[in-house]
């Protein structure tokens, strides 16, 4: 089966990928540090985007063999730039779509998807995909966000609606911005085994200010950028949008909290 | 200031008994594995209720010298009784007014309140009575909930819908059930000096039974322990309760999945 490029509710300016980059850094820990691979050990990216993940997972496998795909040749070019740049050898770049993934069955050891589900139309038939070219036995890494987690103090009916917003959006493309709590049927639902499923909640107030840093850098500025294409599809007027935002920095301010859960899923083919 | 007992909206059933006791047996490690008490440390446990934390507290920290206090002589003795059949020594029982504690000022090293500040009006009045009798750098603990936290799969206006009835409920006797992302300003506001505030989030999927029966077991059954209050109240009719409890439990059986967070703060007197 073949599909069209799916469409990336984030779009594709240097400013989501300096907003990809940085997400990537300040979550790596929680998110990245139990993934390791053992040398020798082939491992899938799939969707690698312009390699926020890429470095991270290279550097913390150094004797993995990653190859990591993407459908876009635009970001693969910024990925490889960014792999090259930092002295990483052990990844191959290709050009691939995931519906037409150019491997042969049970050629990995290991697959990794993170913030690719939460785009696409149909994830157990990704998911399926990914499956046929693992190994027996193989085993599947997953991360997804899940944008009804967010917690905030003060709440804010404004804030709320700028991020349903993103939602509706992510809606509209095929895609579902509350996945994360879905990874459990998901991965039943394409046949994994061994499924395990672990939420990452990350945290603000005013004695955590990297993590502070990250809200308005991360999740604020994601919400924002979809700011013209909501007003323009009528989803909600600019007053409001800016009130929604203006509410949301201020849970990154005096007293404010800010919470928000990532799910990470492993699972096993059978074998 | 002399306050009346405040209302506990979740009222003093057998039942209730029995679900604040499996909650606290099931959540220990989560929420207390990492409260320890010096030998000889004197800590004063505030709204013990029916002992249900106490067992663990004083189990965990058998050389410090517990004092636990409750305004209800009822569950003053219900918790007598548990820690004396479980032949724990270090703990002594007073009936005691948070708003008009029997202690002079500077009495305990370290002071511990669990699902308390949520049924209070003024949970700032409350720390700072409670700092009032710690000594200059002693040492308070605060753990609280957050029923805005819930995160379900499938998710269900009508689950969503019976939540909220209890939170209007609690609220109406001037409780917060929301209060979990607020702890950070209330120990600030209250004076505490470095305060941290640790979010826990329990998860359950079908791959944890353990969990999956804490849902029902806690979290559900404390929200229909409110079912006849809320549709006397009109806030409610029945269908839709019973069709919310219903969608509940949904999220405890096939695919479903179900979060819930519960923040933990940690605050020093000036000293």
Redesign the interface.
């Known amino acids: 089966m073949k599909h069209t490029p799916h469409q990336y509710v984030h779009g594709h300016s240097d400013r989501e990928s300096d907003r990809l980059r940085y997400q990537a850094s300040k979550l790596a820990e929680l998110l990245h540090h139990d993934t390791r691979y053992p040398p020798k050990s082939r491992v899938l990216e799939a969707a690698c985007g312009v390699g926020a993940q890429t470095v991270i997972l290279a550097r913390n496998s150094p004797g993995a063999e990653f190859v990591s795909v993407d459908i876009s040749a635009e970001s693969l070019a910024a990925a490889r730039d960014r792999v090259s740049h930092e002295g990483i050898l052990n990844v191959t770049f290709r050009r691939a779509d995931l519906y037409d993934l150019p491997f042969g069955p049970e050629t990995f050891d290991h697959v990794f998807v993170c913030f690719l589900l939460e785009h696409l139309p149909d994830p157990i038939l990704a998911l399926n995909n990914l499956k046929r070219i693992l190994r027996p036995k193989g085993i599947i890494t997953v991360i997804e966000g899940?944008h009804?987690?967010a917690?905030?103090?003060p709440?804010s009916p404004h804030a709320h609606r700028v991020i349903d917003c993103l939602v509706e959006l992510q809606r509209q493309t095929g895609g579902n911005a509350?996945i994360g709590?879905?990874l459990?049927?998901l991965m039943?639902?394409a046949g994994f085994r061994n499924?395990?499923?672990?939420?990452r909640?990350v945290?603000s107030?005013?004695?955590r200010p990297e993590n502070v840093e990250g809200v308005k850098n991360i999740f604020i500025a994601m919400v924002d950028g979809v700011r013209e294409t909501a007003i323009r599809q009528g989803l909600i007027d600019p007053g409001s949008w800016d009130e929604g935002i203006r509410d949301l920095h201020r849970t990154t301010e005096?007293?404010?909290?800010f919470?928000y859960?990532f799910f990470k899923a492993v699972g096993r083919k059978e074998g």
């Open positions: 899940d009804g987690s917690l905030l103090y709440d509350l709590r879905e459990w049927h039943m639902d499924v395990t499923v672990s939420p909640l945290y107030d005013e004695s005096q007293g404010g909290t919470c859960t």
